[in-house]
C-alpha cells in the first residue's frame, strides 16, 4: 500500500520503519528542515529498548527514583522500572536512518495529501491533520526547560548531582489541581530544570523558582503539551503521538505512551477503526486513572499531605502493570 505520514517525530519515523518492514511504499512530510526534537527532556522508562534496541547506545543517565516536594512534605517514588536520560533529537534521527521510507524535508503540509492508500497524522499537538478531520482540540499545558552546569564543590570540582540516580520535581501549588510542576534531571553532564503548567502562569513560576535559588538556564526552549486522546471514526485517515492528544496525564511525558498507540496501529493496519477501538479500550481508562490519582495526589500534598506515605513504589509508565 501507499502511506503518507505527516510528520518527521519519534512516532512518524517509527511507523514509517515498521510500515516499511511490513512491504508497505512509505513517505514520511516534514515540515522543518532538520529532523530531531530538541524540546524534550528525554526520560524514558527502560520499555524504550523493547520498542527501539538500538536507543541503548544513546542512554545518557539512569533514574530509580523521584523525590517529589510538597511544601509541608516530601515523598519519594521508586519506578519499577528503571529510567534513561537519552538525547531525543539523537533517538529521532536514529529513526530516520533505520527506515526505508522516503522522507521529505521542508515540506509543510496544509491538508491531507492525496494520491495514497492510507494516511497517518503524526504532525504534532498542533496538528493541521487532527484539525482538518473536525476533531476537538485537545488541552494544552506550556512545557519549558533549560540547562544549568553543575555548581562546583571546592577547588574546581564539579558537583556529581549531574549523574544522581534520581530526579526532584516541585507541584505548583498556582496551576489547577495536577497541572504543573518544576522538574529537575540530571543529565550527565548538566542539570535540566523545566516547567509543565497551564500557559498562563508557566513562565512566572519557573523563574520565581529560579530567581529563588540562584539557579541560572542556558539555551531556555519551550513547546506545548496536548492532554485529549482522540481518533477520527475514518478508515483512511487517523491519527498517532502528540497529533493524537495522548500524554501521561501527571507528567506530560508521552513516549511510551505513544509507542504503545503506535504499536496498537500497526497490529491492526490497515483497519483504522479496529485502531481506534482497541486504542480507546487500552489507554482510555489509563488516562482516566492517571488523571485520577495525579489529582488525589496533588490535593493530598497541599491539604493534607500527612496521609501521604514517605516511601512509595510506582509502575513506571502505567501506574499498574499493562
Known amino acids: 500500500m501507499q502511506i503518507a505520514i505527516v510528520g518527521a517525530g519519534i512516532n512518524g519515523l517509527y511507523l514509517s520503519w515498521k510500515l516499511s518492514e511490513m512491504g508497505h511504499k512509505t513517505t514520511v512530510f516534514e515540515?522543518?528542515?532538520?529532523?530531531?526534537?530538541?524540546?524534550?527532556?528525554?526520560?524514558?522508562?527502560?520499555?524504550?529498548?523493547?520498542?527501539?534496541?538500538?536507543?541503548?547506545?544513546?542512554i545518557k543517565n539512569r533514574i530509580n527514583y523521584v523525590l517529589i516536594h510538597f511544601p509541608r512534605k516530601t515523598?519519594?517514588?521508586?519506578?519499577?522500572?528503571?529510567?534513561?536520560?537519552?538525547?531525543?533529537?539523537?533517538?529521532?534521527?536514529?529513526?530516520?536512518?533505520?527506515?526505508?521510507?522516503?522522507?521529505?524535508?521542508n515540506r509543510y503540509i496544509k491538508k491531507i495529501p492525496q494520491g495514497f492508500d492510507r494516511v497517518i497524522g503524526a504532525d504534532g499537538p498542533n496538528s493541521i491533520v487532527r484539525k482538518t478531520l473536525n476533531l476537538p482540540a485537545p488541552k494544552y499545558r506550556l512545557g519549558i526547560l533549560g540547562e544549568a552546569r553543575p555548581r562546583p564543590q571546592g577547588r574546581g570540582r564539579a558537583s556529581p548531582w549531574a549523574s544522581y540516580n534520581f530526579v526532584e520535581t516541585w507541584p505548583v501549588k498556582q496551576a489547577r489541581l495536577g497541572q504543573g510542576f518544576i522538574w529537575k534531571i540530571p543529565r550527565g553532564e548538566n542539570v535540566e530544570y523545566g516547567i509543565l503548567a497551564p500557559q498562563r502562569i508557566a513562565r512566572k513560576a519557573l523563574f520565581s523558582f529560579l530567581e529563588k535559588n540562584n539557579i541560572v538556564l542556558k539555551s531556555i526552549k519551550a513547546k506545548i503539551v496536548p492532554q485529549g486522546f482522540s481518533l477520527p471514526n475514518n478508515g483512511l485517515v487517523t491519527l498517532a503521538g502528540d497529533a493524537?492528544?495522548?500524554?501521561?496525564?501527571?507528567?506530560?511525558?508521552?513516549?511510551?505512551w505513544q509507542l504503545t498507540l503506535a504499536d496498537i496501529l500497526l497490529k491492526n493496519f490497515p483497519d483504522f477503526k479496529k485502531y481506534k477501538k482497541e486504542a480507546?479500550?487500552?489507554l482510555k481508562p489509563r488516562v482516566f486513572l492517571g488523571k485520577t490519582c495525579t489529582n488525589i495526589i496533588y490535593f493530598l500534598g497541599f491539604n493534607l499531605p500527612f496521609f501521604l506515605s514517605k516511601k512509595n513504589k510506582m509502575e513506571s509508565d502505567f501506574l499498574i502493570r499493562k
Open 280 to 282: 480507546f479500550l487500552k
Open 244 to 256: 493524537a492528544g495522548l500524554t501521561k496525564p501527571w507528567s506530560g511525558g508521552g513516549v511510551i
Open 75 to 105: 515523598i519519594r517514588v521508586d519506578f519499577q522500572k528503571e529510567f534513561f536520560v537519552v538525547d531525543h533529537a539523537e533517538l529521532d534521527r536514529m529513526l530516520a536512518k533505520e527506515t526505508k521510507a522516503k522522507i521529505i524535508l
Open 31 to 58: 515540515r522543518k528542515a532538520l529532523i530531531g526534537n530538541n524540546v524534550c527532556s528525554g526520560l524514558f522508562s527502560e520499555r524504550i529498548l523493547d520498542f527501539i534496541p538500538q536507543s541503548k547506545s544513546l
